[in-house]
């Protein structure tokens, strides 16, 4: 390492006002930044003093997506050997889900960055690590058939209308990744939702619903009881996106995000109590099948739980108050199973509710902080009366 630093040393003011190759600094610094810790430092001001900065963070939530990834990876060859009757050590399954996943990671990442390099150079910015996360996201999200044309599509999007218009990392209003799911699920539906888009080439004549496809056919309370035990679910044995199956990895995955202080435990929390919240009201109404679903098995089948660890938390499109982000979340858990069971159009509400709250933080925030500012002139006139 020593070594290579070496060289980015010598070949460093070539990239530098001045040097033959100055118009490529953004993406000079951007690889430098990446390989190495920054030269420069803040010296005067009123900054906030620390140890990590935004590619540590970034690295930070890239590591704890890392428990789902590999799961949804062994996840894809389970389901393909269990449809096609055949049997498979663990390295025959989890080496068939790598190669199935890895290009859908690959695509994500070389053309998110690509646009962000882009943007960059015209503008004359650094490029920023926000792409980091997204990148490993996006491929998470989707099911694993997704063509690879159309993920470059939904990715060049998200980084274009989800990012670059509103100045890029730190200013976007929404995520990113949701962003590009949805645009996949408005623009492809086909290719997002049905039995055949979840489990990689599956044999003839079967099928691979979901969950939460089965509930939107179910005439008969009984067929609760055909769904995956709250066990299958809560390890992820089941259809879905790649990384959104297992609870347990999603839920390692947020521990060490809130061990590290990257994640606010008050938006994971309150996005499961709304969640749970609202599944214990649909009991309690109990007019058809989708409302006498369980309502704990609302937060460990479809995308729920990695949408209140690994979305819902993202630092930039949630709320910023405390109070703020309570009500952030708790909105989010209740519209969430609230599109589930009300709107069978949309059979996974998580997406949604996440988009709509991005939208409502920043005034979820105004208005918590206009309360504080009214609460504490009624505390000043007491006082001064």
Not at 84 to 105: D, H, M, R, S
Not at 318 to 342: D, W
């Amino acid at each position: 390492m020593k070594a290579l630093e070496k060289f980015l040393d010598k070949i460093r003011p070539n990239f530098q006002k001045g040097g033959k190759y100055q118009y490529l600094q953004s993406t000079f610094d951007a690889f430098d930044t990446f390989l190495f810790v920054p030269g420069h430092v803040t010296k005067k001001g009123s900054h906030i003093r620390d140890g990590i900065d935004l590619k540590r963070t970034m690295f930070m939530v890239v590591m704890a997506v890392m428990p789902a990834m590999f799961f949804g990876m062994w996840n894809v060859g389970h389901l393909h050997f269990l449809n096609i009757n055949e049997t498979a050590t663990f390295i025959e399954t989890f080496f068939y889900g790598f190669l199935k996943v890895l290009p859908l990671i690959i695509v994500s990442y070389v053309v998110g960055l690509g646009v962000e390099f882009i943007f960059a150079q015209m503008r004359g910015h650094e490029v920023n690590e926000g792409f980091l996360v997204s990148g490993i996201l996006i491929p998470l999200i989707v099911p694993v058939s997704t063509p690879l044309w159309m993920v470059a599509v939904a990715t060049i999007f998200a980084v274009i209308i989800g990012k670059e218009v509103f100045g890029g990392t730190g200013m976007n209003i929404v995520n990113p990744a949701l962003l590009a799911r949805a645009f996949l699920f408005f623009a492809y539906p086909s290719n997002m939702s049905g039995d055949k888009v979840w489990i990689a080439e599956q044999a003839d004549g079967t099928t691979g619903a979901t969950p939460l496809g089965d509930l939107l056919t179910a005439t008969d309370k009984t067929q609760i009881d055909a769904l995956p035990s709250v066990m299958e679910s809560f390890i992820g044995t089941i259809p879905g996106s790649v990384g959104e199956t297992s609870t347990l990895a999603i839920l390692l995955g947020g521990l060490f995000l809130l061990f590290t202080g990257i994640a606010s435990w008050r938006v994971m929390l309150s996005v499961f109590a709304g969640g749970y919240a609202m599944g214990l009201i649909f009991n309690a109404v109990d007019t058809n099948v989708y409302m006498a679903l369980p309502a704990h098995m609302h937060l460990v089948i479809g995308g729920f739980a990695f949408g209140a660890v690994f979305m819902a938390t993202d630092p930039v499109t949630a709320a910023q108050t405390n109070t703020g982000k309570y009500i952030y979340g708790i909105l989010i858990g209740v519209i969430a199973v609230l599109i589930r069971v009300v709107n069978p159009a949309y059979p996974e509400g998580m997406m949604l509710a996440i988009l709509l709250l991005n939208v409502f933080a920043p005034t979820i925030d105004y208005y918590v902080v206009q309360s504080n500012i009214k609460r504490r002139m009624k505390r000043l006139d007491k006082i001064t009366a």
